[in-house]
Structure formats: structure tokens, C-alpha cells
């Protein structure tokens, strides 16, 4: 009940007229268990709060993955109040990317960046993965 009342996707697969409704068991392939524990704990929490920016990243992406923007919104506050560390610039940035109205998010992750140098090594690292929008964003 908390995945369809939080996401379109798990709200069509419970509730909508797909075989899977009629599955007892529905299996998510290609998902970390951990991660999305972590995540179902935080929805199930209502609290917004990470121990760790990979995890709130992790969260923002299945957010976007599970069609959540909701949850998404409440997500980006929080990275906001964080310093992304340097290993995680780019996952930020495809993360981000998939957010509704992402210009704002995207951006503030860009001040994150200690050179424009190190922006253009992970754009091209991150370029199969994000929007040509985005890619224009870092180029600025």
C-alpha cells in the first residue's frame, strides 16, 4: 500500500489492469536489495534524512526509476544541505537528471565541482547518460 500510494509505477502494477495485479509475488530485477530497504525505510519514515549522500542519491534515483516525484521533492532539500564528495559528482549529475523541473538541482550540483576541468572529465565519463540539456548545462 505505501509503494502505490507513493508511486504510479507500483500503484499500476497493484492496482492497475496489468497481469502482474493477479501475481502474488512481483520481482524488481536489476535493484540492490539494500539500497531499496534503505529506501522503503525512508518513505515508510516520512523523514528526509540520509546517513550518507550515496544514500540520498541512491533514493533520488529510485524515485525517478519508481515514478515518485513526490518523493523526489523532498529528497533535494536535503542533498542541498550537503557537500557531494568528489566520487560521487557524477552519479549526482545523472541523478539529478532525471528529476522533474532539474535545471535548479543541476546547477547547484555544478558549485560542487572544485574546477571547471574536473566538470568536463566527468561529463564525458556521464554523457550516454544524461539529457543533452544537462550536458549543455555543464559546458556553461
Not at 547518460?129 to 544537462?134: A, E, I, K, N, W
Request: charged fraction near 25%; glycine fraction near 2%; aromatic fraction near 12%.
Amino acid at each position: 500500500q505505501l509503494l502505490g500510494l507513493h508511486s504510479y509505477f507500483f500503484s499500476n502494477i497493484f492496482y492497475g489492469p496489468y497481469l502482474e495485479k493477479n501475481q502474488e509475488v512481483k520481482e524488481i530485477n536489476d535493484v540492490d536489495e539494500n539500497k531499496f530497504v534503505d529506501f522503503l525505510r525512508t518513505i515508510h519514515r516520512k523523514k528526509f534524512e540520509f546517513d550518507s549522500v550515496q544514500h540520498a542519491l541512491d533514493a533520488l534515483e529510485f524515485s525517478d526509476r519508481f515514478l515518485m516525484p513526490k518523493i523526489a521533492e523532498k529528497i533535494i532539500p536535503y542533498l542541498k544541505e550537503m557537500t557531494i564528495p568528489e566520487n560521487l559528482l557524477g552519479y549526482a549529475l545523472i541523478a539529478a537528471d532525471k528529476v522533474p523541473n532539474y535545471e535548479d538541482i543541476v546547477k547547484w550540483i555544478l558549485t560542487q565541482f572544485p574546477s571547471k576541468s574536473l566538470i568536463l572529465d566527468v561529463l564525458h565519463d556521464i554523457l550516454p547518460f544524461v539529457s543533452s540539456d544537462t550536458a549543455r548545462l555543464c559546458l556553461e
